[in-house]
């Protein structure tokens, strides 16, 4: 139960767009489209932002879309505003009827 | 409104056990399979069980198989975390969390935080 690959830090200046990847296996991302992806700000419980790979709940914002090529997935957010600084984390259901996150990248809003 | 409120966290010694609780309210708790996810204090989020509707089909993540137990209490609306065994690496906040949508978490609590130190 490896976690899934995310890049550590990312950053942008306010309206640019921002991409977040997460490298898994054939086993977890590539096998299933049950990838979500969540928001955390510091100390506070994660948000729910993507699910099924590219669908957004109710309430989250159209600036956030989601992607999945192989066995990567990527979360991409447009207009970037000043509130969207937070961690990001990803998440995948795998073959063994388990589930297994990301490591978590930090964006910075410059 | 959705609500999932942790308890039971606190300090406990290296292969004491500690068990968590998690009241859930605002939506019908027999009806959704539920988990636990914990995050070591500066962290990333590490996925930790989950359990069925009526408790039938567990599953656990490798770093705890065997030492902790999921369980529910559906008359009472309350989920469990049975921790044993417990050692310093288990030291995290630890998020009950509902799977509102097929395989996927959609909401959390707040988390409890367990410390394990003598």
């Known amino acids: 139960q490896s976690a899934l690959t995310q890049p550590a830090s990312v950053s942008g200046s306010p309206g640019q767009s921002i991409t977040i990847s997460c490298t898994g296996t054939?086993?977890?991302?590539?096998?299933?489209?049950?990838v979500s992806w969540y928001q955390q700000h510091p100390g506070k419980a994660p948000k729910l932002m993507i699910y099924d790979v590219t669908n957004r709940p109710s309430g989250v914002s159209n600036r956030f879309s989601g992607s999945k090529s192989g066995n990567t997935a990527s979360l991409t957010i447009s207009g970037l505003q000043a509130e969207d600084e937070a961690d990001y984390y990803c998440?995948?259901?795998?073959?063994?009827?388990?589930?297994?996150f990301g490591g978590g990248t930090k964006l910075t809003v410059l | 409104e959705v609500q999932l409120v942790e308890s039971g966290g606190g300090l406990v010694q290296p292969g004491g056990s500690l068990r968590l609780s998690c009241a859930a309210s605002g939506f019908t708790f027999s009806s959704y399979w539920m988990h636990w996810v914990r995050q070591a204090p500066g962290k990333g989020l590490v996925w930790v069980s989950r359990i069925n509707r009526d408790g039938s089909s567990t599953g656990y993540g490798d770093s705890v198989k065997g030492r902790f137990t999921i369980s529910r209490d559906n008359a009472k609306n309350t989920l469990y975390l049975q921790m044993d065994s417990l050692r310093a690496e288990d030291t995290a906040v630890y998020y009950c969390?509902?799977?509102?949508?097929?395989?996927?978490?959609?909401?959390w609590g707040q988390g409890t935080l367990v410390t394990v130190s003598s």
């Open positions: 054939s086993s977890d991302v590539g096998g299933y489209n049950y």
């Open positions: 998440s995948s259901y795998t073959s063994s009827s388990t589930w297994v």
């Open positions: 969390a509902r799977e509102g949508i097929v395989a996927t978490i959609d909401c």
